[in-house]
């Protein structure tokens, strides 16, 4: 069975940091594209970041870029997501996401595996 789990949410004062990690099991995501997107209460999901299959090519949202980092280690079929300078607008549920092409693409629908999500809230 194909799992993505993701982990490493909590709360957090504005300024601060937090690491996401997302743990891929059943099947290797060596070849595939990863993302990380995010859904507020209210709001549509919308796409935070992605790597593709070797990390050697990220794109960040206009919201998160220089303050966020997206990496893999496909050795341990893991997606992190390095989240510093954190704003209460980043407060959402975020989900790691996997593609079935080597690019990440900023839309949802692209992705056929989902994890479940960590919730991340900043306080002011």
């Known amino acids: 069975q194909v799992q993505l789990v993701e982990s490493g949410g909590g709360l957090v004062q504005a300024g601060g940091s937090l690491r996401l990690s997302c743990a891929a099991s059943?099947?290797?995501?060596?070849?595939?594209?990863m993302g990380w997107f995010r859904q507020a209460p209210g709001k549509e999901r919308e796409f935070v970041a992605g790597?593709?299959?070797?990390?050697?090519?990220?794109s960040y949202a206009d919201s998160v870029k220089g303050r966020f980092t997206i990496s893999r280690d496909n050795a341990k079929n893991m997606v992190y997501l390095q989240m510093n300078s954190l704003k209460p607008e980043d407060t959402a549920l975020y989900y790691c996401?996997?593609?079935?092409?080597?690019?990440?693409?900023?839309?949802?629908?692209?992705?056929?595996?989902w994890g479940r999500g960590t919730q991340v809230i900043v306080s002011s």
């Open positions: 996401a996997a593609s079935p092409f080597g690019m990440a693409s900023v839309v949802p629908r692209t992705y056929d595996y």
């Open positions: 059943g099947r290797t995501f060596s070849r595939n594209g």
């Open positions: 790597v593709n299959w070797s990390g050697g090519t990220t």
